[in-house]
């Protein structure tokens, strides 16, 4: 739970949609990741049948508050996406895909934009690593002034998904993930 003044304001989870073919080294590296994050729970959706070798890689896979929703067939991201919603307790939530990786000192400057300022949706920039985090091969960038973020927002998603936190409330008001 994230604290402000010694009482619990909100809850943060986090949500991965894993599916056949993912590369299980990547699977493992970004929960390994995870391990490092104040989370209050993280929710794996597996889209459609998985490789036996994935599906125990997550299974065992150790936090307090994970939650394993598993999805009989194939159905996409925007499905996957929204069982992870529905199946989401905490207030506010993290989106990431099997290879991401979020670092504890960006996730806690999120947690206390997102609350100071009162905000349904959080977004930035990220780099993109192809063979050592340390040396980022391209900067993905989006806009920075509203104007310009809903000029952009009009040919293209201006939001870095890895980048997001969304209050879970929010998502569902506006009809959650299709």
Excluded: W
Aim: some cysteine.
């Amino acid at each position: 739970y994230y604290y402000y003044g010694g009482r619990v304001l909100v809850s943060f989870g986090l949500i991965m949609a894993v599916y056949h073919g993912d590369d299980i080294g990547d699977v493992v590296f970004t929960l390994d990741t995870l391990s490092s994050l104040t989370l209050d729970e993280v929710i794996i959706v597996q889209d459609g049948p998985v490789e036996k070798d994935m599906k125990q890689v997550i299974l065992n896979f150790s936090h307090k508050n994970l939650r394993f929703v598993e999805l009989k067939q194939n159905s996409g991201l925007g499905a996957a996406l929204k069982e992870g919603v529905l199946s989401l307790k905490s207030d506010y939530f993290f989106r990431i895909d099997a290879g991401d990786i979020l670092f504890a000192g960006e996730i806690q400057k999120t947690k206390n934009i997102i609350v100071e300022k009162n905000l349904d949706l959080l977004g930035g920039q990220m780099a993109e690593h192809l063979l050592d985090y340390n040396v980022p091969e391209n900067i993905r960038g989006v806009p920075l002034s509203k104007s310009k973020l809903q000029a952009f927002a009009k040919l293209r998603n201006p939001f870095n998904h890895i980048t997001i936190c969304a209050r879970r409330e929010a998502v569902l008001q506006a009809g959650n993930y299709n």
